[in-house]
Antibody
Framework: QLQLQESGPGLVRPSETLSLTCTVSGGSIINYYWGWIRQPPGQGLEWIGS???????YYNPSLESRVTISVDTPNDQFSLKLSSVTAADTAVYYC???????????????WGQGALVTVSS | DIQMTQSPSTLSASVGDRVTITCRASQSIGSWLAWYQHKPGKAPKLLIY???TLQSGVPSRFSGSGSGTEFTLTISSLQPDDSATYYC?????????FGQGTKVEI
C-alpha cells in the first residue's frame, strides 16, 4: 500500500522559508506526478504545485514567485520550499500523488495525512 | 483560473437518503473532474475521477456524472461513515482548482 508522509518544522518565522519533505513508501516515485496542496484554517484546498518524476515542475501562478518543488528519486522523496512566508501561509500542507493519463491529466489518488505549519514570531 | 463552485455548502440528511452535490466550473473542463472525501485529521480520499469513474475500493453507492461545466456527486444511500466534507477539483487546466467544499452531516 502506497504511503506518503510529510515532515518538516511546524513553526516558521515570518519572512523565512517554509521547507517540507514528503517521503513515499510502498511504491515507486518514477513515472508519476507529485503535488503539494494546502488548506488554511477554516478554508478550502489550494493547489500549490506539482512535479513529474523527471523533474518538470508546474506551479500555481499565485505562489510561483515564492515556490520551489524538487524531487529526489533515489530516496523516494520530494520537497516543497516556500519563501518569504507570512501568517497567510499558515495551513495544513498535504503531499499527494498524481497518476498520469495521456494528455498530462491527473487527479491525486494518494495523499499524506498533512502537516500543520504555523507562521508566527 | 477556472473557478469551481459547489452547492450546497452544508447538507444535512439521514441514513439511507439519496444525496446530491453539484459542482459548476467557470468554463468547460471536459470530463477532467475529480471528487474527494475529506474527514478531519485524515488524508483526503479520491472517490471519482474523470467525472464518473469510480476509484478502486470506493463503495458503489458513490457515483459521479456530468461534463463541460456542470457535475454532480451522488450518494445513493447515505451511511454514517459518509459524514465528511466533499470537494470537487478540476484538472483540465493549470492551476488545478478546487471547489469550496460541501459538508455532509448525518
Amino acid at each position: 500500500q502506497l504511503q506518503l508522509q510529510e515532515s518538516g518544522p511546524g513553526l516558521v518565522r515570518p519572512s523565512e522559508t517554509l521547507s517540507l519533505t514528503c517521503t513515499v513508501s510502498g511504491g515507486s516515485i518514477i513515472n508519476y506526478y507529485w503535488g503539494w496542496i494546502r488548506q488554511p484554517p477554516g478554508q478550502g484546498l489550494e493547489w500549490i504545485g506539482s512535479i513529474y518524476s523527471s523533474g518538470n515542475t508546474y506551479y500555481n501562478p499565485s505562489l510561483e514567485s515564492r515556490v520551489t518543488i524538487s524531487v529526489d528519486t533515489p530516496n523516494d522523496q520530494f520537497s516543497l520550499k516556500l519563501s518569504s512566508v507570512t501568517a497567510a501561509d499558515t495551513a495544513v500542507y498535504y503531499c499527494a500523488r498524481g497518476t498520469p493519463i495521456p494528455g498530462g491529466y491527473y487527479p491525486f489518488d494518494y495523499w499524506g495525512q498533512g502537516a500543520l505549519v504555523t507562521v508566527s514570531s | 483560473d477556472i473557478q469551481m463552485t459547489q452547492s450546497p455548502s452544508t447538507l444535512s440528511a439521514s441514513v439511507g437518503d439519496r444525496v446530491t452535490i453539484t459542482c459548476r466550473a467557470s468554463q468547460s473542463i471536459g470530463s477532467w473532474l475529480a471528487w474527494y472525501q475529506h474527514k478531519p485529521g485524515k488524508a483526503p480520499k479520491l472517490l471519482i475521477y474523470k467525472a464518473s469513474t469510480l476509484q478502486s475500493g470506493v463503495p458503489s453507492r458513490f457515483s459521479g456524472s456530468g461534463s463541460g461545466t456542470e457535475f454532480t456527486l451522488t450518494i445513493s444511500s447515505l451511511q454514517p461513515d459518509d459524514s465528511a466534507t466533499y470537494y470537487c477539483q478540476q484538472y483540465n487546466l493549470y492551476p488545478w482548482t478546487f471547489g469550496q467544499g460541501t459538508k455532509v452531516e448525518i
